[in-house]
């Protein structure tokens, strides 16, 4: 039996996108990784994350282990909530629905808003897995360039007026990461976000905001989106993946009542109570203002450690953008294919993410690459981009 020909018209299409994961290079064991988007292993909180688990199950038994959570789970979106009033949003509790990550946000809200006629705006380049889920949905995109200081939200301006003059289909939703972007570690100014959002007044398009790095700034505190919008058109994706511990999988997204509610339609009980009540109660007994004040003090470090080998060892011919935040450097090199350079950087010794997987058409991306500075230490950041200066070198 030929299981293909039950597959619906749209999962076959989606088939015949790239499969997901395809841009994760093969890393030897000996390789700097500067490819690594997520924590150093000891920024991870380990102990305090095994005594939370400990005393959880000390004072709720079994309860974290059944279907339907705990007492702790339930606790969750009050927790968010406080910790989203910090950055001025106001959200109630049942206004917060919490997810299996950030990536299960984007995902559920591109399954309510999104079918094959759907037009969606993003930034180009942007975040490969927010690509691949779209993508899952709909092929009709409208791409906006940016900047060292964000989308060009003059250019989003410019097409979507052309667009409508033309009687083309208008974006339904547009998909933004407007503080320490991945890949390219930029932070939309306060002027072009306020342009956004009257933009998607004008034109009546939802904005699906993911800050999965906006509390990793090293200077100055970014103001979300949300807190300019005045019209419910931002939908809000956080996580703590970036700043607790990927793998408990903890996100949400902040909207009306009314979009919670229909998403958790297409959510039902695909939570993971024992992660959720985990989460819980580590934010119960560990103080988030200290660990991230700890987080913004090592980042910046490591991000100075960065830019600074990168300004000693790299020839003219390459340039990148100077972050504010974040995991991230973006780095052109000119006539340059970053993906042939991967594999002569791994071969001595350092690894990166070529810049083609961020864009919708990889020939864009061609002579670009990511660089991240969370994984490894400032020693290792230093060798790794003396390595890959090596490689650039004898090319």
Same mark, same amino acid.
């Given at each position: 039996m030929n299981i293909d020909q039950l597959f619906s018209s749209t999962t076959k299409k989606a088939l015949q996108n790239d499969p997901p994961g395809e841009w994760m290079p093969?890393?030897?064991?000996n390789c700097l990784r500067l490819s690594s988007g997520f924590p150093a292993p000891n920024v991870v909180p380990v102990t305090e994350l095994k005594q939370a688990v400990t005393n959880l199950l000390d004072q709720e038994q079994d309860l974290p282990l059944h279907y339907v959570g705990?007492?702790?789970?339930?606790?969750?979106?009050?927790?968010?909530?406080?910790?989203?009033?910090?950055?001025?949003?106001s959200f109630s509790s049942d206004e917060i629905l919490v997810t299996a990550g950030a990536c299960q946000a984007i995902d559920l809200i591109a399954r309510v808003l999104l079918d094959e006629q759907s037009v969606v705006a993003v930034e180009s380049p942007t975040y490969m897995e927010a690509l691949e889920m779209f993508q899952n949905y709909t092929h009709q995109f409208i791409e906006i360039p940016?900047?060292?200081?964000?989308?060009?939200?003059?250019?989003?301006?410019h097409v979507l007026a052309e667009r409508k003059?033309?009687?083309?289909?208008? @974006?339904? *939703?547009?998909?933004?990461?407007?503080?320490?972007?991945?890949?390219?570690?930029? /932070? %939309?100014?306060?002027?072009?976000?306020?342009?956004?959002?009257?933009?998607?007044?004008?034109?009546q398009f939802l904005i699906l905001e993911d800050d999965a790095y906006g509390?990793?700034?090293?200077?100055?505190?970014?103001?979300?989106?949300?807190?300019?919008?005045?019209?419910?058109r931002v939908l809000?994706?956080?996580?703590?993946?970036?700043?607790?511990? @990927?793998? *408990?999988?903890?996100?949400?997204?902040?909207?009306?009542?009314?979009?919670?509610? /229909? %998403?958790?339609?297409?959510k039902k009980d695909l939570d993971h109570p024992f992660a959720q009540a985990i989460m819980s109660q580590y934010l119960n007994e560990n103080p988030l203002d200290r660990r991230l004040k700890e987080l913004r003090t090592a980042y910046k470090e490591k991000c100075d450690t960065m830019l600074e080998a990168l300004e000693q060892y790299m020839p003219r011919h390459v340039s990148w953008y100077v972050p504010e935040g974040g995991y991230f450097v973006w780095l052109k090199i000119s006539n340059i294919d970053t993906s042939a350079l991967l594999d002569d950087a791994t071969k001595n010794g350092v690894s990166f993410l070529p810049g083609k997987y961020f864009f919708l058409h990889e020939e864009e991306g061609r002579e670009w690459l990511r660089l991240s500075f969370s994984y490894e230490e400032k020693e290792e950041i230093q060798q790794g981009i003396k390595r890959l200066s090596e490689v650039l070198s004898q090319m």
């Open positions: 093969n890393i030897p064991a705990t007492p702790k789970m339930e606790l969750l979106p009050e927790q968010i909530k406080h910790r989203l009033e910090q950055r001025a949003l940016m900047d060292e200081h964000g989308m060009k939200t003059d250019e989003l301006a003059e033309q009687g083309l289909p208008m @974006p339904k *939703l547009l998909y933004t990461i407007p503080s320490f972007q991945n890949p390219t570690g930029t /932070t %939309l100014t306060n002027e072009r976000r306020r342009h956004l959002i009257k933009l998607s007044e004008h034109y509390e990793l700034y090293f200077d100055e505190l970014p103001i979300p989106l949300s807190a300019m919008d005045t019209e419910n809000y994706v956080g996580s703590l993946s970036k700043v607790i511990a @990927p793998g *408990l999988r903890i996100g949400w997204v902040a909207t009306t009542k009314e979009m919670v509610q /229909t %998403l958790f339609w297409f």
